[in-house]
């Protein structure tokens, strides 16, 4: 089974997540909708909806976290408690640095609702950083070189020799390049 977590200001409906279920069939992708802004209530409720799914499909052992910008920080974050693979699609790597100036109310794309994220919530976030590389983890990083949000090439330099970073020309941060991607997250799946 693929999870996919969504990033900031998104949600388990949102375009990319539809995307992957319909491109990704037969393979069931769970998109939960969570607050990956509020960092311990996403983690409650991150954990507590990866342990419901592994309990309710015991013979699906096989775990993909796939995580895009701020959900690629939780994806990297739980991967190894769960023995999970892990594809990661423009991750922000330190967010409570790159959301540090952008405090303040957003109307969510996916859900329609209003986005709250206070200064607290950003400095929460820095308690679960950890390594970009865990060598544990098989890895596949997606990059767009014109993410406008998150530095493209500081992320690839960040997870040199760790698993598999694509880079593509052009696109943005809400990436551009699943079509091209597909081949490579099939591939890490079926390892």
């Known amino acids: 089974m693929i999870i996919y977590l969504h990033g900031f200001n998104s949600g388990g409906a949102s375009q990319k997540a539809i995307w992957l279920r319909e491109h990704l069939a037969?393979?069931?992708?769970?998109?939960?909708?969570?607050?990956?802004?509020?960092?311990?209530?996403?983690?409650?409720?991150?954990?507590?909806?990866?342990a419901r799914l592994r309990r309710e499909n015991p013979r699906d052992s096989k775990l993909m976290l796939m995580?895009?910008?701020?959900?690629?920080?939780?994806?990297?974050?739980?991967?190894?408690?769960?023995?999970?693979?892990?594809?990661?699609i423009n991750p922000s790597l330190r967010p409570d640095e790159s959301l540090a100036a952008h405090?303040?109310?957003?109307?969510?794309?996916?859900?329609?609702?209003?986005?709250?994220?206070?200064?607290?919530?950003?400095?929460?976030?820095?308690?679960?950083?950890?390594?970009?590389c865990n060598s544990r983890v098989p890895t596949l990083v997606l990059l767009d070189a014109?993410?406008?949000?998150?530095d493209s090439h500081q992320t690839k330099t960040a997870y040199r020799g760790c698993g598999q970073t694509?880079?593509?020309p052009g696109g943005s941060h809400r990436f551009d390049h699943l079509p091209q991607a597909l081949p490579a997250i099939l591939a890490?799946?079926?390892t």
Do not use: C, M
Not at 35 to 42: I, K, Q, V, Y
Not at 109 to 126: F, P
Not at 146 to 150: A, C, H, N, S, V
């Open 26 to 50: 037969p393979i069931v992708v769970f998109a939960p909708t969570y607050t990956p802004h509020r960092a311990r209530e996403a983690v409650r409720e991150l954990r507590k909806f990866i």
């Open 67 to 88: 995580g895009s910008s701020l959900g690629g920080f939780w994806a990297q974050y739980l991967a190894p408690e769960f023995g999970a693979t892990l594809v990661l």
């Open 103 to 132: 405090s303040g109310h957003y109307r969510n794309e996916a859900t329609g609702g209003e986005t709250i994220l206070t200064v607290d919530d950003v400095v929460a976030l820095r308690e679960y950083r950890v390594e970009p």
């Open 146 to 150: 014109g993410d406008e949000i998150l």
């Open 166 to 168: 694509l880079l593509y």
């Open 188 to 190: 890490l799946y079926h």
